[in-house]
Structures are given as C-alpha cells and as structure tokens.
C-alpha cells in the first residue's frame, strides 16, 4: 500500500506521523513538499520536493508509484495544487481526501475586514491605516506594490524574490511561526502598526495576531480562503484523515 500525502503545513507532517507510526508492514507513506520554502520541516517517512507537472503530471505520478490513497494537507490557500490533486485522483480513481484545519472566526472587539484576493485587500488598506502589518506571506506581496504612501512590515519565512515587485517603503522580517502574543504586541507597539493584513489560514501557530489586534484596536483585512474542490471530503484534523483512510476499500490500513 501507498499514501501519498501532499503538505508543508504542521497538519501534513502530524498526519505523515500518525501514518508511519500505524503503517502495516511493507506499505509506503510519501509526502510531497511544493519546495517554496528554504529549509522546510521534514515529515517523518518518504519525502520528495517539487511539483508535479498540473494534474497530469500528478496522475502520471500516482500511476507510476501505485498510490492507493491521496491526502491533500496543504496550506488552505494552496488552490491550484488541490484542483490538479481533484482532477487526477478523479483520472486515476484514486480516493481523495482534503485535510483543512478550521478558518478562524472573530469574536467580541475584533474590528474585521474579509476580502476575496490579495488585490482587495490592497484596495482596502488607504481606508483602514497608514502603517501595516502584512503576514500573507511573500508569493502574494506584488499585490501591495503600489500601494504608496503605505509603510509595510512584511513577515515571512523567506525573502521575496529578486525583482520582485514590492511595496517602496517597506522592512522585511524573516520570522517563522508558532509566534507568542507578547511577541506580538512588541511587533504592534514598536512598528506603530494600525492595521494589520492576513489569510484566513486558521491554527494556533499564527492566531496570537488577532489577539494582538483586538486588543490594540485596531482593524484586520482577513483574506478568505478559496473553495474546496467540489465533492472531494473535507476533515479538520490528522486523526479523522487517518479514520478516513481505514474506511476506504482499496485500502487496507490497520
């Protein structure tokens, strides 16, 4: 037997996990990391690096390492990724599975924005604040480029790439996540943040932001995630994937 576990985020590598620890003798676990970042976490069993080559090259890959099941654990705004995993587990009648931790939800005092792109949120900004916080990360920043006379603290694992094109005045820090509410409120008080700009990515290892920010006063423009691809099952956590597995019929997980 062969899994096949598309990831990055910390449910993929809990999920890759809980499937080594339960694995029968003689079958695979695999994640496949997009490679977008510089030295990712590794999961525990097999790993490659890279894509696929659309949804094609993904069939053809599945074929070709006789997966019996595929787990879409990627980042919730990691779209493109889940439609070529849906059309090539539908080509190749593997079973499919998305795992999506929960979106967060606003709660008493949170001043919230929600947009759909990272281009509504740049139209957003001029009307909420002058001096932002952006943590969407750096694939999405040519979004925020002319957004002048705005002033960004841009947080991410990695740089923007060369070339890319970025807002004029702007300071990069190279964080990574889980981050503290102390630490958080440093952030706000020190930059003299007034507004601050985020995906609804959900989890823990971020959401101390929010707490910040409600307690600062100030707004948060909230990027939605994108839909599920139509009829593929959606689970919240590891262990109801792990459960899922068990019940599909070509696939005989202890």
């Known amino acids: 037997m062969h899994v096949l576990v598309l990831g990055g985020t910390t449910e993929a590598r809990r999920l890759a996990g809980l ?6 003798a ?15 976490r590794l999961p525990p069993g097999e790993v490659r690096i890279g894509g696929f ?3 094609d090259g993904l069939a053809a890959w599945l074929r070709t390492h006789r997966v019996d099941a595929l787990i ?50 740049a139209a957003a900004l001029p009307a909420l ?34 070339g890319t094109p970025c807002p004029a005045r702007m300071e990069v820090l190279l964080d990574r996540g889980p981050f503290t509410l102390e630490g958080e409120r440093r952030l706000i008080d020190r930059h003299r943040i ?22 600062a006063g100030i707004p948060v423009v909230v990027v939605r995630r994108p839909p ?6 959606v689970v919240g956590a590891p262990e109801p994937a792990v459960a899922w597995l068990r019940e599909q019929p070509t696939v005989h997980w202890p």
């Open 19 to 24: 499937l080594v620890e339960t694995a029968p």
């Open 26 to 40: 003689g079958a695979r676990v695999t994640s496949s990391l997009a490679g977008r970042v510089a030295g990712p």
């Open 53 to 55: 080559g659309g949804a």
């Open 72 to 121: 879409d654990a990627t980042h919730p705004f990691a779209g493109t990724i889940s439609f070529n995993a849906a059309a090539a587990a539908a080509a190749t009648h593997v079973p499919l599975l998305a795992l999506r931790r929960p979106g967060w939800v606003p709660g008493d005092g949170d001043d919230w924005h929600p947009v759909d792109s990272l281009a509504g949120a």
């Open 129 to 162: 604040g002058r001096r932002v916080f952006l943590t969407t990360g750096r694939m999405g920043i040519a979004a925020f480029a002319g957004s002048d006379p705005l002033w960004f603290l841009m947080r991410s694992v990695d740089a923007p790439d060369p």
């Open 194 to 215: 007034d507004v601050l700009v985020t995906k609804d990515s959900g989890g823990d290892a971020t959401a101390p932001k929010l707490t910040a920010a409600r307690e």
């Open 228 to 233: 599920v691809p139509p009829g593929v099952p």
